[in-house]
């Protein structure tokens, strides 16, 4: 079993994980680390370039942690909200022939 999981269930996508504290963990600091990497960059420091290339890296971390949790959930939304557009225009078909 992988301490990350990369398949999910609608259900249990959509419940709090510890998929989801590692993206909060990691967003947030990745953020300081673009923003304090960038003004250093533009400044020319060497610290920044290295800081902006943490905060890059822990970016696309976070982004491989919880993409496919999103996906999952966007998808099963997707769905519900297809069928309820089907059974609103079914509604207004109704109406229409009355």
């Known amino acids: 079993m992988s301490f990350i999981k990369r398949n999910w269930t609608p259900d249990s996508a959509d419940e709090w994980r510890?998929?989801?504290?590692?993206?909060?963990?990691?967003?947030?600091?990745?953020?300081?680390?673009?923003?304090?990497?960038?003004?250093l960059s533009f400044l020319m420091i060497t610290k920044g370039f290295i800081i902006l290339l943490i905060g890059i890296v822990l970016g696309l971390v976070m982004y491989w942690v919880i993409d496919p949790k999103l996906k999952t959930i966007s998808t099963e939304y997707e769905k519900k909200q297809k069928d309820y557009l089907n059974k609103l225009d079914n509604i207004q078909k109704w109406k229409d022939n009355e």
């Not at 510890?18 to 003004?39: H, N, P, Q, V």
């Open 18 to 39: 510890k998929e989801d504290w590692i993206a909060i963990i990691l967003s947030s600091i990745s953020y300081i680390c673009l923003m304090t990497g960038a003004a």
